[in-house]
């Protein structure tokens, strides 16, 4: 039987040869992630065993990733004792797989994960938290889970609910113009397929436009899948996956590249030519109302977010310090930067990225996932509009109802901060 | 029968029905109180507990769109709400399911503030404008783990029957 990727994985995690679109499996984990609401898991993970003579014991520890990022460091004592719970918890259960708020070694979940060699293509890796999508940036099947299912995987080892979901294939040809990157893509996409036209479908991507594209913005397009309400996005492995686990994640054993059939069916294919694209922008309230950048230019920004899982990456920073690089940002506009992990900040320090975005007017914040759900730093005053590289605009979501947050590529994001208005960026340069 | 206390378009956000900012509060004992917390007339009504258990939302579709927060689920099973809706996004639907809370997924449904509806096994019945809409029937493990009162007592048997 001939099977799209995520079949494959799905079939090998459930011990058989092939799965069928639509049935309900129950796959074996390889990883499961959790941040801050490991608080939430455990609780609900005890009340599993509540009433039971078992000792509330998870399955495989080794297999358990926690990672706090939403709010570090803690921005409230409430925030904080949770933080306390779970470093116990991660004793007593021996998780070895632990970031805390600590120099080289926090981060987003959604870059720890990858850098620190965690996600293997072939994987299941499932998260709770909706960007766990990110993952299939690496050829494995990442998807979002609540709490209480969590908890049911730390008890069980496997998820007990997965109905197999079809595939749209999405063909990426072409080569990006100057200024025009993975965001941009993935924007244009979620735009063309709207906010819904994904919900309980992969989107599998292939092309050469993917294939000549690093890891840092195959994780972007992942990244924002679930956007598109997709269950996961996911590149198929190639040279470049096994060149970012071996030189960047340190990966050294075997590494299992498993591939789609090439005559798999497909719920639709999808072609993009990214020639063919400028920069892209997601306006207020929803992420599928996307325009080209031509229709938004002008408008005036009061705060430019760069960082997030989404485009927080060396390769975002790198871009955002060469377009503000001698430069001042606009008097009345501030520029708030996170890098996505301890060692991106790290590699940006080194490199001078920093210094470049500092000189500029920028604040760098930690690492973490900052203003883009509202609740650490960030926040929007009445009527304010933002501009960011984040994933999200919902109303209300960089923690103000009355403000608005436009979405956009680090590029624009930094040539906006020049301005102090959604600008084009124009300087003619590779951007590899 | 029981009533219809607000009516949604489509896409309404897991950070429309409970704000980010609210998150450090996890325990589905103290979600309810966020319940559409920037939605102040609706987030009173519910905190004043001026509506019975039981209630109905009605929304469009992709209810519960956005993050896998949990309390999005947990804030509303607190009032023992009954959403129905033309379709729920992925995470929300599933994280209903897994506490308990009682949704409806109703492509055709018809339904204004102030309605009375009537849910049977397979239909929803508007007894106000005198029309009935079908429910399209949750998996049957979905219906397992509801039937069983959730994914913690489903979880529960599933480790005592590996003993």
Not at chain 1, 69 to 98: C, M, W, Y
Not at chain 1, 252 to 278: F, H, K, Q, R, W
Not at chain 1, 282 to 306: E, M, S, W
Not at chain 2, 58 to 69: C, D, V, Y
Request: hydrophobic share 40%; net charge negative; aromatic share 6%.
């Amino acid at each position: 039987m001939v099977q799209t990727l995520v079949q494959k994985i799905l079939a090998r995690a459930c011990g058989r040869d092939s799965v069928e679109v639509g049935e309900i499996v129950e796959p074996k984990v390889s990883l499961a992630m959790s941040h801050e609401n490991a608080a939430l898991v455990m609780n609900q993970f005890y009340d599993i065993y509540k009433g039971t003579n078992l000792d509330a014991k998870i399955w495989d520890s080794s297999k358990i990733a926690i990672i706090f990022d939403h709010r570090v460091p803690a921005e409230s004592s409430k925030t904080a004792t949770n933080q306390k719970l779970i470093r116990e918890f991660v004793k007593e259960q021996g998780i070895e797989k632990f970031h805390d708020i600590r120099g080289d070694k926090m981060g987003i979940c959604h870059q720890i994960l990858p850098e620190s060699g965690y996600v293997r293509p072939g994987a299941v890796v499932v998260g709770t938290d909706s960007h766990t999508t990110s993952h299939g940036a690496l050829g494995a099947f990442a998807f979002g889970i609540g709490a209480t299912e969590m908890a049911s995987v730390w008890a069980l080892g496997t998820v007990l609910n997965v109905p197999v979901p079809a595939t749209i294939k999405v063909n990426v040809h072409g080569k990006f113009k100057n200024n025009v990157y993975p965001k941009d893509l993935i924007l244009h996409l979620i735009g063309r397929l709207t906010n819904k036209g994904a919900n309980y479908k992969v989107l599998e991507f292939h092309g050469e436009a993917i294939e000549n594209m690093p890891t840092s913005g195959r994780l972007t397009v992942c990244n924002m899948a679930v956007e598109a309400g997709a269950t996961a996005g996911i590149i198929p492995p190639d040279d470049e996956t096994v060149n970012y686990l071996r030189n960047t994640a340190g990966v050294t054993d075997e590494i299992d590249m498993l591939l789609p059939d090439n005559d798999a069916e497909y719920d639709s294919v999808v072609d993009i030519d990214v020639a063919e694209l400028t920069p892209q922008i997601a306006r207020p309230h929803t992420v599928d109302n996307v325009a080209p950048i031509q229709d938004v230019t002008g408008i005036k920004i009061d705060q430019i977010v760069i960082g997030s899982c989404t485009n927080g990456r060396l390769d975002d920073i790198r871009i955002a310090a060469e377009t503000v690089s001698g430069k001042k940002i606009a008097d009345d506009v501030r520029l708030l930067v996170f890098p996505a992990s301890g060692k991106i900040y790290r590699q940006a320090m080194e490199k001078g990225y920093l210094m470049d975005l500092m000189n500029a007017g920028a604040v760098i914040a930690n690492p973490g996932c900052g203003p883009c759900l509202g609740v650490h730093q960030g926040a929007l005053g009445d009527g304010e509009k933002a501009l960011s590289t984040t994933n999200r605009n919902f109303k209300g979501r960089m923690g103000n109802p009355d403000a608005e947050v436009y979405l956009c590529s680090p590029a624009v994001a930094a040539a906006s901060a020049i301005k102090g208005v959604i600008t084009e960026p124009k300087e003619e340069k590779e951007n590899g | 029968m029981a009533k219809v206390i607000y009516k949604f378009g489509n896409d309404i956000s897991t950070d429309l029905i409970y704000p980010g900012r609210f998150m450090a509060t996890v325990l589905p004992s103290e979600t309810p109180q966020y319940a559409f917390a920037d939605n102040k007339d609706l987030n009173k009504m519910l905190v004043n507990k001026e509506v019975p258990e039981g209630s109905i939302i009605i929304a469009g579709k992709n209810f519960g769109t956005g993050s896998s927060r949990e309390q999005a689920a947990s804030t509303l099973k607190g009032y023992e709400l009954v959403i129905i809706a033309k379709s729920f996004a992925r995470i929300f639907y599933q994280n209903s399911v897994n506490l308990g809370l009682r949704i409806i997924i109703c492509p055709d449904c018809e339904a204004d503030k102030g309605d009375d509806i009537v849910i049977t096994g397979n239909k929803v019945i508007n007894t106000t404008k005198d029309m009935e809409f079908d429910i399209i029937p949750h998996s049957k493990t979905r219906q397992e783990i509801i039937d069983a009162g959730g994914l913690i007592v489903y979880t529960r048997k599933r480790l005592l029957n590996k003993k």
